[in-house]
């Protein structure tokens, strides 16, 4: 089993920066990737970014140009850098360990861009 924790949301104003964190513990050894996921009220959530095991990462068409998905391995940390944020990134964020087998998720930071 995974367990994993987010920290990093706030409040912050549109053109504004954010760094969010997921620090995993427990079965670090059976991740494949790791994942941002994002929910807003009344939509369903959809995946941000993630980043494999061996690096390669993937972006929402969304927040392509603007997010940057980063780990340290030696931590267990896996980073969400947020950057131009708009007011439609406004969401519960969510980290997600995909593992072998199932899939583990942490408990949701909150990202509010308003001004």
């Known amino acids: 089993q995974v367990q994993l924790v987010e920290s990093g949301g706030g409040l912050v104003q549109p053109g504004g920066s954010l760094r969010l964190s997921c620090a995993a513990s427990?079965?670090?050894?059976?991740?494949?990737?790791m994942g941002w996921y994002r929910q807003a009220p009344g939509k369903e959530r959809e995946l941000v970014a993630s980043?494999?095991?061996?690096?390669?990462?993937k972006y929402a068409d969304s927040v392509k140009g603007r997010f940057t998905i980063s780990r340290d391995n030696a931590k267990n940390t896996v980073y969400l850098q947020m950057n131009s944020l708009k007011p439609e990134d406004t969401a519960v964020y969510y980290c997600?360990?995909?593992?072998?087998?199932?899939?583990?998720w942490g408990q949701g930071t909150q990202v509010t861009v308003s001004s």
């Open positions: 980043i494999t095991s061996g690096g390669t990462t």
């Open positions: 997600n360990a995909a593992t072998t087998p199932g899939g583990s």
């Open positions: 427990g079965s670090i050894f059976s991740i494949n990737a």
